[in-house]
């Protein structure tokens, strides 16, 4: 089983930017789509970004469209989403997961990491 450790969250201002990584263990990791989702406090987990096991294909959610960018390196058992212009509302705990079927409908799968908290100060 895959075992996932977020870092890279901070306390950052609006406009500003932040780079998160998830480190994973476990030979099977370039075999999965991974993706980024986070939860803000009182509301439920959302998904934020998807990338496929070969990194060809992206997909993300409205809310961060054109802002962040996730990828990966299978070399290196790493995942990273990359975020700019930053927002107030993208304040939350952020997780990465793997996926199963087809990154368009991204349904995560086995143990959550702890996440990497993302504040962001308006």
């Known amino acids: 089983q895959v075992q996932l450790v977020e870092s890279g969250g901070g306390l950052v201002q609006a406009g500003g930017s932040l780079r998160l990584s998830c480190a994973a263990s476990?030979?099977?990791?370039?075999?999965?789509?991974m993706g980024w989702f986070r939860q803000a406090p009182g509301k439920e987990r959302e998904f934020v970004a998807a990338?496929?096991?070969?990194?060809?294909?992206?997909y993300y959610a409205n809310s961060v469209k054109g802002r962040f960018t996730i990828s990966r390196d299978n070399a290196k058992n790493t995942v990273y989403l990359q975020m700019n212009s930053l927002k107030f509302e993208d304040t939350a705990v952020y997780y990465c997961?793997?996926?199963?079927?087809?990154?368009?409908?991204?349904?995560?799968?086995?143990?959550w990491g702890q996440g990497t908290q993302v504040t962001v100060s308006s």
């Open positions: 997961a793997c996926l199963k079927g087809s990154i368009l409908t991204p349904v995560p799968f086995g143990s």
């Open positions: 476990g030979h099977t990791f370039s075999s999965y789509a």
């Open positions: 990338i496929s096991w070969s990194a060809m294909s992206t």
